[in-house]
């Protein structure tokens, strides 16, 4: 099956930029995403990219794909106190509307 | 949150007792998802369901079932609880459309003695 993998904790200084990673293997991924879970809540979607797409650029967030080396990552520049949560990436096929999640990096944000 | 609403939000069991554990949606959406969440492993999916009567399995469905006799409703039955289901279970709806987004619900924390 499909296997999607993260480090499972990154800290970063307020103000620093976060860079989180992601590998995957399933070569028919068509959409990938990165969803964010703050503390007793639920999973939000935080941006995705089409997997013909290397980067996508959306305010603070860039995410950049490596589509020959599977290698999915996020970059949240001026990272705030608010960012820190777990955040998930995923991967879906194409026709299918199945995600399957990577573990998840817990993201701490020091003052 | 794309009308998702879960319950009940906090559930304590004993290991045996069947449990159920229901999802609902406002947004009449064909497509609906059960996932549990446990450290280290992610989310993952435990079933799935394309429309009213038609569900499916998904990576890590023993123990469980599910029904889908309304489009809004979308249960999850554990039909004997053991320690290992311990867990927090989320539903979510998928979204077919430019980039098969899924929305979740709040959780359901169940713990199982």
């Known amino acids: 099956g499909e296997d999607v993998e993260q480090s499972l904790f990154l800290s970063v200084r307020e103000g620093d930029s976060s860079v989180i990673n992601c590998t995957y293997t399933?070569?028919?991924?068509?959409?990938l995403y990165w969803y964010k879970q703050e503390p007793g809540a639920g999973l939000q979607l935080l941006t995705y990219?089409?997997?013909?797409?290397d980067m996508k650029q959306d305010q603070r967030l860039t995410v950049l794909l490596n589509k020959k080396d599977k290698h999915l990552s996020l970059r949240i520049a001026d990272t705030q106190t608010g960012d820190s949560a777990i955040y998930f990436c995923a991967e879906s096929e194409t026709g299918a509307n199945n995600l399957f999640f990577g573990t998840g990096t817990r993201l701490t944000v020091i003052p | 949150d794309a009308g998702i609403t879960q319950s009940p939000r906090h559930k304590v069991t004993e290991t045996g007792t069947p449990v159920t554990l229901r999802c609902h949606q406002t947004?009449?959406?064909?497509?609906m998802y059960w996932y549990r969440q446990d450290p280290g492993h992610g989310l993952r999916l435990i079933h799935y369901?394309?429309?009213?009567?038609?569900?499916d399995k998904g990576e890590v469905s023993d123990g469980y079932s599910v029904s889908r006799s309304k489009t809004e409703d979308f249960l999850l039955t554990l039909e004997s609880a053991t320690s290992s289901q311990t867990s927090v279970y989320f539903c979510?709806?998928?979204?077919?459309?430019?980039?098969?987004?899924?929305?979740f619900g709040p959780g359901t924390r169940l713990t199982v003695l």
């Open positions: 947004e009449n959406h064909r497509y």
């Open positions: 979510a709806i998928g979204v077919v459309g430019s980039y098969n987004e899924q929305f």
């Open positions: 990219i089409f997997s013909n797409m």
């Open positions: 369901s394309y429309g009213v009567k038609d569900t």
């Open positions: 399933d070569s028919s991924s068509t959409y």
